[in-house]
T-cell receptor, first 113, second 111 residues
Framework: KAGVTQTPRYLIKTRGQQVTLSCSPI?????VSWYQQTPGQGLQFLFE???????NKGNFPGRFSGRQFSNSRSEMNVSTLELGDSALYLC????????????FGPGTRLTVL | QQPVQSPQAVILREGEDAVINCSSS?????VHWYRQKHGEAPVFLMI?????EQKGHEKISASFNEKKQQSSLYLTASQLSYSGTYFC????????????FGAGTQVVVTP
């Protein structure tokens, strides 16, 4: 069974630009969650999508947005990039049943210069 | 609200035991445990639900005290492969699906 895939794996952008990250969940998983991981802040929850609807949201500014498509694939967009947005962005998929264990993708390493 | 994990780090010799703790001030639906090795994604270890149900890897042991909203992960007879950073994640009862992680516990197992 294929795992969670994320593209691209690495990105370098400059301040003020925008970026779109993609996540394909495990087949049969309809929930996709996004996390930002930095050495200083750890793993921070960004948002969760299920059935093309945002179900939960973390404490991030509106520059961070996402969406989910009918095939459960998800994209995350960050506009007007800031230096502090440099991080590893992880997505995780789950079945969103009683047991909501998350299966993580390899992440996208974003560097903002 | 993010859970609080302790200790921040622990160094073990192979065969020794350790306990990692996770606590929340909120009523929880579930507690998750993940391990992340350097340069890799977090990997699911165990989930514990309020009510006592749990699911996870056979060799992993954990507990969840619902009254105190505390969970503990037990590393027994540690092996070199247990090294990594352990994260607990919590789902609060009123925001199911939103998993918030603790700061992590770095575990180093030495020969």
């Amino acid at each position: 069974k294929a795992g969670v895939t994320q593209t691209p794996r690495y990105l370098i952008k400059t301040r003020g630009q925008q970026v779109t990250l993609s996540c394909s969940p495990i087949s049969g998983h309809r929930s996709v969650s996004w996390y930002q991981q930095t050495p200083g802040q750890g793993l921070q929850f960004l948002f969760e999508y299920f059935s093309e609807t945002q179900r939960n949201k973390g404490n991030f500014p509106g520059r961070f947005s996402g969406r989910q498509f009918s095939n459960s694939r998800s994209e995350m967009n960050v506009s007007t990039l800031e230096l502090g947005d440099s991080a590893l962005y992880l997505c995780a998929s789950s079945r969103r049943g009683s047991y909501n264990e998350q299966f993580f993708g390899p992440g996208t390493r974003l560097t903002v210069l | 609200q993010q859970p609080v994990q302790s200790p921040q780090a622990v160094i073990l010799r192979e065969g020794e035991d350790a306990v990692i703790n996770c606590s929340s001030s909120k009523a929880l639906y579930s507690v998750h445990w993940y391990r992340q090795k350097h340069g890799e994604a977090p990997v699911f270890l165990m989930i514990l639900l309020k009510g006592g149900e749990q699911k996870g890897h056979e060799k992993i042991s954990a507990s969840f005290n619902e009254k105190k909203q505390q969970s503990s992960l037990y590393l027994t007879a540690s092996q070199l492969s247990y090294s990594g950073t352990y994260f607990c994640g919590t789902e609060e009862s009123d925001s199911w699906g939103k998993l918030q992680f603790g700061a992590g516990t770095q575990v180093v197992v030495t020969p």
